[in-house]
């Protein structure tokens, strides 16, 4: 009976309907502006079909949320578009003019849309595809408010490394003194460091950025984390940020590890750096050691010189010959060489035998019946026998 259950799903996969697309054709996708009362705009849009046939298409304003409603002072130069054929570009316009006054403060966010009005497939799992365009307007608070980031930028050892505060004032009134107070936690949790940034005001609806320096002489590398507290007129906020001090050091962090014997093989290396900088011209040598630890000069290669971006992970690779290599495990030492500076790194690989290739030939009929379209087939007849017999079942017990 499960395996009826499983087959029905199967089959009825088989009959989803597919989904057409529509997109939208515009110089101002998203557009996002503080509350200006009367304010007028007029935005130009296409959407372009591509459902495979001709049909109708709707145009329609619609809130994002509903804690205000803004679509009565939108209006669209139409609404409904009849017999439109695949591939067409369909222009309107949308014109915006916004009230005296909005009670509500915050972001409110107006969509315009253009929708098929037929749903394919039909049923529970009709769809129809659309696209829309949005607009953010911005109503101040009527009273101090503030939305803002802080960020720690990541530096090397001995080096300063930047914080800042991005802070937006959507409140009415003017702040007249802004500042961040940044205090900086070392990976044992412990407080080491307080700092702070340049004062500003900020006047409603702008945006500051208020800036500063950690400096890190003295610091080893590592992870660390800074509190990030602003305080703007009699108000203040706090927030957290991680960031990285580096030292000029590649981790080698994995390679491959098995290889067949009396071959050429790719041998990936998988390395980490902890730099906050860009590392030029990295390359490892990689050199197999006998029992009595001894270079087999014969089996030593080195790989391609690659670059390395700040804190990033890469592959680099060479070429590893086994010809003549007796099979069992060998201890490895890989070099790695950057800007002056090694990392060497002692490991293990292993040299295997070849698989054994596989002589027999499958029947043709197994080999038809492993395609996909066979299985579905071999599914459906299934499924009706199993319908068949339990049909026969019921019969016989009345």
Same mark, same amino acid.
């Given at each position: 009976?499960?395996?009826?259950?499983?087959?029905?799903?199967?089959?009825?996969?088989?009959?989803?309907?597919?989904?057409?697309?529509?997109?939208?054709?515009?110089?101002?996708?998203?557009?996002?502006?503080?509350?200006?009362?009367?304010?007028?705009?007029?935005?130009?849009?296409?959407?372009?079909?591509?459902?495979?046939?001709?049909?109708?298409?709707?145009?329609?304003?619609?809130?994002?949320?509903?804690?205000?409603?803004?679509?009565?002072?939108?209006?669209?130069?139409?609404?409904?578009?009849?017999?439109?054929?695949?591939?067409?570009?369909?222009?309107?316009?949308?014109?915006?003019? /916004?009230?005296? #006054? =909005? @009670?509500?403060? $915050?972001?409110?966010?107006?969509?315009?849309? !253009?929708?098929? +009005?037929?749903?394919?497939?039909?049923?529970?799992?009709?769809?129809?595809?659309?696209?829309?365009?949005?607009?953010?307007?911005?109503?101040?608070?009527?009273?101090?408010?503030?939305?803002?980031?802080?960020?720690?930028?990541?530096?090397?050892?001995?080096?300063?490394?930047?914080?800042?505060?991005?802070?937006?004032?959507?409140?009415?009134?003017?702040?007249?003194?802004?500042?961040?107070?940044?205090?900086?936690?070392?990976?044992?949790?412990?407080?080491?460091?307080?700092?702070?940034?340049?004062?500003?005001?900020?006047?409603?609806?702008?945006?500051?950025? /208020?800036?500063? #320096? =950690? @400096?890190?002489? $003295?610091?080893?590398?590592?992870?660390?984390? !800074?509190?990030? +507290?602003?305080?703007?007129?009699?108000?203040?906020?706090?927030?957290?940020?991680?960031?990285?001090?580096?030292?000029?050091?590649?981790?080698?962090?994995?390679?491959?590890?098995?290889?067949?014997?009396?071959?050429?093989?790719?041998?990936?290396?998988?390395?980490?750096?902890?730099?906050?900088?860009?590392?030029?011209?990295?390359?490892?040598?990689?050199?197999?050691?006998?029992?009595?630890?001894?270079?087999?000069?014969?089996?030593?290669?080195?790989?391609?010189?690659?670059?390395?971006?700040?804190?990033?992970?890469?592959?680099?690779?060479?070429?590893?010959?086994?010809?003549?290599?007796?099979?069992?495990?060998?201890?490895?030492?890989?070099?790695?060489?950057?800007?002056?500076?090694?990392?060497?790194?002692?490991?293990?690989?292993?040299?295997?035998?070849?698989?054994?290739?596989?002589?027999?030939?499958?029947?043709?009929?197994?080999?038809?019946?492993?395609?996909?379209?066979?299985?579905?087939?071999?599914?459906?007849?299934?499924?009706?026998?199993?319908?068949?017999?339990?049909?026969?079942?019921?019969?016989?017990?009345?």
């Amino acid at each position: 009976m499960k395996i009826s259950k499983v087959l029905i799903v199967l089959v009825f996969c088989l009959f989803l309907p597919s989904a057409y697309s529509i997109g939208l054709s515009t110089t101002l996708l998203r557009d996002k502006f503080f509350f200006e009362p009367g304010l007028e705009k007029e935005y130009s849009h296409s959407f372009v079909t591509n459902s495979g046939f001709t049909e109708d298409y709707e145009l329609y304003v619609r809130m994002q949320s509903e804690a205000v409603n803004l679509t009565e002072y939108v209006t669209l130069d139409k609404y409904y578009v009849k017999d439109v054929p695949t591939g067409t570009a369909v222009p309107f316009t949308v014109y915006l003019k /916004l009230p005296e #006054k =909005i @009670d509500v403060p $915050g972001y409110h966010e107006i969509r315009v849309g !253009a929708r098929e +009005t037929q749903s394919l497939g039909g049923g529970q799992f009709g769809v129809k595809t659309g696209a829309e365009a949005t607009i953010t307007i911005i109503v101040l608070y009527p009273t101090e408010y503030v939305e803002w980031g802080f960020s720690v930028g990541n530096c090397n050892v001995n080096e300063s490394c930047n914080f800042q505060f991005n802070v937006i004032n959507l409140g009415e009134p003017t702040i007249k003194k802004a500042f961040g107070k940044v205090e900086v936690y070392n990976p044992e949790n412990r407080l080491i460091k307080t700092v702070f940034s340049d004062e500003k005001s900020i006047e409603p609806s702008k945006t500051e950025i /208020l800036q500063g #320096k =950690i @400096d890190t002489t $003295g610091m080893n590398a590592g992870s660390y984390r !800074a509190t990030g +507290t602003l305080y703007f007129d009699d108000n203040k906020t706090q927030k957290e940020s991680g960031f990285l001090i580096g030292k000029l050091f590649v981790d080698i962090l994995d390679h491959k590890k098995v290889f067949i014997a009396n071959a050429t093989e790719k041998m990936d290396i998988t390395l980490l750096s902890g730099w906050n900088k860009k590392i030029e011209n990295i390359y490892a040598d990689v050199e197999v050691l006998n029992k009595d630890n001894i270079i087999m000069d014969k089996y030593t290669f080195r790989t391609v010189s690659e670059s390395l971006e700040p804190w990033a992970s890469k592959n680099i690779y060479g070429y590893f010959t086994t010809l003549g290599l007796e099979q069992g495990n060998y201890t490895i030492r890989i070099t790695l060489n950057y800007e002056g500076a090694t990392t060497v790194k002692y490991s293990t690989i292993q040299v295997v035998p070849p698989e054994k290739p596989l002589v027999e030939e499958k029947p043709f009929l197994v080999k038809y019946l492993m395609n996909t379209t066979s299985l579905l087939i071999l599914g459906v007849l299934l499924l009706f026998a199993n319908i068949l017999w339990m049909v026969a079942r019921n019969k016989k017990k009345k």
